[in-house]
């Protein structure tokens, strides 16, 4: 990395803006995560500032299972975002679904619309739980690692166009299914 | 001035973590607003379906989890109605014990709401500190329950954990913290000139537009209406604690400051009352896995409102229906009435103060001409920067307020 | 009386609401004859009430108007199988809760919308429309709720009949996930 990149890297880590967003949740997250900015824990102290915009923003912190109606607004504010970005999902529901899985309205976790970086699951996520994740990802940057975990994810125009009820999990899974079936071939 | 003088200013979808994000459609001339158009349904994650699928007992679970702030008031609901149809008795101190739930969770809802109110209006100091205290009734529920929010404390017929005599009287100590604070707070939202000028005359509604559109909680307390479910329809164990119903009849977000508030001092007083009268015995009875053919309606005054649950049983393991209608539903239509005539910089802070289910998530506002062309995008931000200016630039500026209180906070 | 055309309230000031749910099962069948055997008064400030669907309204009115009962708390709407079920919970201050229960096709005209008396009702009305395909006349042109705008028509969530392509077992069930084409 030249010298630039260093510099900009350290500014990166050391000095996080997050844009947080709720893909239909029970608040509860997102209570924490206005919680870890208050006084008792203040993420504040490491350089983490809320930005209104994610224009601004390094990281996404996102909670809720994606319900079928904020779905494209949550992809549009992901490429929104300038690259690099990261993408953390708070709380159980933003992991895999959580309670909500399987619910008519509800696509899955996060990951089922958009790549994620950092998973932090609880429910609620406690503050400490959501600052030892941030702290993990600014780590993990730190030490090289920038490509999220790769899932199959729902293309955008299956999001669009609900002609009959599309489940995600089915698509995964087929997905999964097609390529495991190239590898055997 | 013509119609081609008003724009339209769509707010949301993405709104601040509303229990149902909505969508808000403004038309706005000059920085007054005439209208406003309401759009819901961005939250609806097919629960009720879902609790027709799963037994009784993991529907309590599901349910506590609609809203993270009034976790508790949804699932006592629930469960009230299932005991109801199932015809259980729950022992005394069971009924205690989740009222005294209730109340903490109100005393940890009505903070919340006064630190985000500050926020909106730009007194950020008054969000930390009272954030900061909310942390000593998070501790307590944290204590007794197992967890911050989502407690998971009812079951049927009861509820789960007991409490100590170390948890009473660490409660007893926090709430005298508490109750001190929140002396202050009212000293300050009743005395301090400036903050009195901000909120008055703001997001009024009526009297009689409250009882015509039915507005519930202390938004409809505010204006005059005396109606609380915990007075009218006593639950658990209301009926039998001594408390008053607080109302204002300012009509605006001023009066809905002075009540809550006054509703803290209320909660501690109850609270108080529960644990020195606490009777012995066990905290929960039997019930059965199969609940017997029958419907119930139970109400409930969650910290925003009057909630409602309506269970029917079939005589299976699995309910057949499950309706929840939560508070904010009703109260968020009313913004639309009390923003006609108001200025944008209003916006804000006269949605918070229905007290949505909510955290500081901001959110886009496209600026759009009569043909739709795209003019700019702000964020929530922006117009929360711009109702702080617009009242600067009239003369009340909250930054001088933020000063003196810290400088008393320190002493206490 | 209220003109249910316009909505118009007369200035009449309205009779102080009722304690006793005796009182207000008697009144109910003094004003109607046919609600005689349709009341059941289950617990202390609870009665519900069987009404047919055209009368409705007129029961609807008369308890808002005379019996004080000024809060319609929710509709709800269920699936009794060949037909729809519609609960009106309303309210009065003395916190006695008036459930009306009517019933409404499932493929034909359900009743009138009752915003002229209860404004809020129109989200409640527009919930039973979406999801158990009730059709209740009389609503303005506006936005539907909650389901998302791309939702396929004449998929009802809440109907009994209506399985989701992807139905999860609820937790404990060992039936293995529903596939449809």
């Known amino acids: 990395m030249g010298v630039v990149d260093r510099i900009v890297t350290w500014a990166r880590l050391k000095s996080p803006w997050i844009i947080h967003f709720n893909s239909g949740a029970c608040n509860a997250c997102d209570i924490e995560v206005v919680a870890s900015l208050t006084p008792r824990y203040d993420v504040e102290r490491f350089g983490v500032a809320l930005k209104g915009t994610p224009r601004h923003a390094d990281v996404l912190v996102c909670s809720g299972p994606v319900t079928r109606q904020i779905s494209d607004r949550l992809v549009r504010i992901y490429e929104q975002m300038p690259q690099p970005k990261f993408v953390v999902a708070v709380g159980t529901c933003a992991c895999s679904g959580g309670i909500f899985d399987g619910l008519y309205n509800v696509m899955g976790g996060i990951d089922s619309v958009i790549p994620v970086h950092a998973y932090i699951p609880g429910c609620p996520a406690s503050p400490e739980a959501i600052i030892d994740g941030v702290v993990k990802l600014l780590t993990a940057l730190e030490n090289g690692a920038s490509a999220p975990i790769e899932r199959p994810r729902v293309a955008l125009d299956n999001i669009r166009h609900m002609d009959g009820i599309i489940a995600p999990q089915q698509l995964i899974r087929s997905r999964a299914d097609q390529k495991a079936g190239e590898q055997d071939d | 001035m013509t119609d081609s003088d008003i724009v339209k200013v769509p707010l949301g979808p993405q709104h601040p973590a509303l229990k149902e994000p909505g969508s808000f459609m403004l038309s706005l001339r000059g920085e007054q607003i005439t209208e406003m158009g309401v759009r819901l349904g961005y939250n609806h994650r097919g629960m009720e379906k879902a609790c027709e699928e799963r037994s009784y007992l993991n529907d309590l679970y599901l349910l506590e989890r609609i809203c993270g702030i009034c976790s508790h008031a949804h699932s006592s609901a629930y469960v009230t109605a299932v005991e109801e149809i199932a015809d259980v008795q729950i022992p005394r101190r069971g009924a205690y014990l989740r009222t005294l739930v209730s109340e903490l969770e109100r005393i940890h809802s009505h903070l919340l709401w006064l630190g985000v109110a500050g926020h909106e209006i730009g007194f950020d100091t008054l969000l930390m500190y009272s954030w900061r205290d909310r942390e000593i009734v998070m501790d307590l529920l944290a204590d007794l329950t197992g967890n911050r929010v989502n407690y998971g404390y009812n079951t049927i017929g009861g509820v789960r954990r007991d409490i100590t005599d170390e948890q009473k009287a660490a409660m007893l100590k926090g709430l005298d913290t508490l109750e001190e604070r929140t002396k202050y707070y009212a000293q300050i939202a009743t005395q301090e000139v400036t903050l009195a000028k901000r909120l008055s005359g703001v997001g009024k509604i009526s009297k009689e537009d409250v009882i015509r559109l039915g507005v519930t909680g202390p938004t409809a307390r505010a204006s005059g209406v005396n109606r609380d479910i915990r007075k009218d329809d006593p639950y658990c164990i209301y009926d039998e604690l001594d408390f008053d119903v607080i109302t204002a009849d300012s009509c605006d977000v001023f009066g809905r400051t002075v009540v809550r508030v006054g509703e803290l001092m209320q909660t501690y007083r109850m609270i108080r009352q529960i644990l020195a009268n606490l009777p012995d015995g066990p905290i929960a009875a039997k019930a059965p896995r199969k609940v017997p053919k029958g419907q119930a309606v139970s109400r409930y005054e969650a910290p925003r409102g009057e909630g409602i649950h309506f269970v029917r049983g079939n005589g299976t393991d699995k309910p057949e229906r499950v309706k929840v209608r939560a508070p904010t539903m009703v109260n968020i239509q009313a913004v639309s009435h009390m923003m006609k005539g108001g200025f944008l910089a209003d916006m804000p802070i006269t949605l918070a103060a229905i007290d949505p289910c909510f955290s500081c998530t901001d959110r886009m506002i496209e600026l759009a001409d009569e043909s739709g062309s795209h003019l700019g995008v702000k964020s929530w931000a922006d117009v929360r920067a711009h109702g702080i200016r617009h009242y600067q630039e009239r003369g009340i500026d909250l930054s001088d307020v933020s000063k003196r209180f810290a400088s008393k906070m320190e002493r206490l | ?181």
Not at chain 3, 53 to 75: S, Y
Not at chain 3, 76 to 91: I, P, V
Not at chain 3, 92 to 109: E, Q, S, Y
Not at chain 3, 138 to 151: I, K, S, T
Request: charged share 20%.
């Open chain 3, 1 to 181: 009386m209220t003109d249910p055309k316009t909505g118009d309230l007369n200035s009449t000031p309205p009779l102080p609401p009722l304690t006793n749910e005796t009182q207000l099962s008697d009144k109910l069948v003094e004003a109607f004859p046919f609600l005689a055997d349709k009341i059941t008064i289950q617990r202390i400030r609870r009665v519900w009430a069987t009404v047919p669907m055209t009368e409705l309204h007129a029961v609807l009115i008369h308890a808002k108007e005379q019996l004080g009962f000024d809060q319609l708390c929710t509709i709800t709407g269920t699936d009794e199988g060949t037909e729809l079920g519609l609960l009106y919970h309303l309210a009065c201050d003395n916190g006695i809760v008036l459930t009306l229960v009517t019933t409404a096709p499932k493929d034909g005209p359900g009743p009138e919308s009752v915003t002229p008396y209860f404004p809020l009702a129109e989200l409640y009305e527009r919930e039973v429309i979406d999801l158990l395909g009730a059709r209740i006349g009389g609503l303005p042109e506006g936005n539907r709720y909650p389901l998302p705008d791309a939702w396929p028509e004449g998929q009802y969530p809440l109907r009994k009949d209506w399985k989701p392509a992807f139905a999860t077992p609820a937790p404990g069930a060992s039936s293995s996930k529903e596939k449809q084409g």
